[in-house]
């Protein structure tokens, strides 16, 4: 679509602002609202996080009556719904005697999906749609991805040598990357709203699964584990008195009923999730999820839930650290479990590949 070059300089000041919010909204989506009249910015406003005023009421209250007749950038279809935090946006638009309304894209969801753009239109107001689109759309990739699925955006994290191995035969995997690589990883988790891991990692590494490293931590990510017969010993590091509130278990209807009941009388979130193939089913938990706001997942391991979840065909990015180090033997751990198709056309095909060198290791990136 052809834009103006006035709309594409004020847009980008809008998609500026909306970043903003990074890493604080969800699992609201970022959002940057920019007022200009007769060729001034007279107010400007961004999504802090979640509960609090939208873009658009802060742009507008800071533009006060100059926004008069003038034209308002969205990065964000406005909200028009009324079951939720705070009140819709459309009618504070309309108060405002805006006259012009640029919007990078509709919100997908559902409750909105074109209502605020036809109830601006309907109004009177001359609305454009689809100015930035694709930046737009970048910025809320996870937030776009579970208002269309229904699941969370997920991102597969593994660490192998070169030739696949993500363990010793004796089950030693502490480090196979080195620091470098390490903090590089960990600094993922600060980008997510959960991060997952199967049972066996928690007995094998007693994760804490907290971010602890870098810049300041605003909020910790929700901690999941994938445990079909509720295994998890609770002395696992994931349920100590400081970490249980925020870790949830998934488990099956394999749990015992008397060890489900302790864990639950002790303050520890379970949820009984259907079963596929004898384990958790993945698209089941994702679901349940996405409902509780998780719009970008973080699958950390292990090797079989690595598999599940690129069976299942949920993984939309992968994250390989590789580190410049050969194993060997058909008796250490591949990085990816679970039982190889007999055809090569049935491999998991990336595209989107990029290379990085990390310290000694690289690391290869992947859209599935
Ligand atoms: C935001 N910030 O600037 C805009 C949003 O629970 P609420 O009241 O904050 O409503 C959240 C929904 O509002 C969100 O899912 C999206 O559809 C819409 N627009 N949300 O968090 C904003 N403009
Ligand atoms: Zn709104």
Redesign the pocket.
Known sequence: MKTAATDIRYMTRALRLAARGRER?S???M?G?VVVCRGRVVGEG??LR????????LALQAAGPQARGGTLY?T????S?TR????P?VPAILASGIRRVVVAMR?P?P??NGEGIRKLKRAGLSVSVGCLEQQAEQLNDS?THR?RTGRPMVVLKMAMTLDGKTATSSGESQWITGPAARRHAHQLRTQVDAIMVGINTVLTDDPQLTIRLGHPITRQPLRVIMDSSLRIPTTARVLSPRLRRGTLIATTRHAPRARLARFRRQGISVLVLPMEKGRVSLRACLAQLARRGVNRLLIEGGSELAASALQAGVVNRLRLYIAPRLLGGTDARGVIGGVCPSRLAHAFALSSLSVKKIGPDLLIEGML
């Open positions: 909204t699992p609201n989506p959002v609202a961004f999504h979640a509960g609090s005023p939208h873009a658009e009421v969205l964000l279809e406005p909200c719904h939720k935090r705070t009140p946006c919100d969801n409750q909105v937030y208002m």
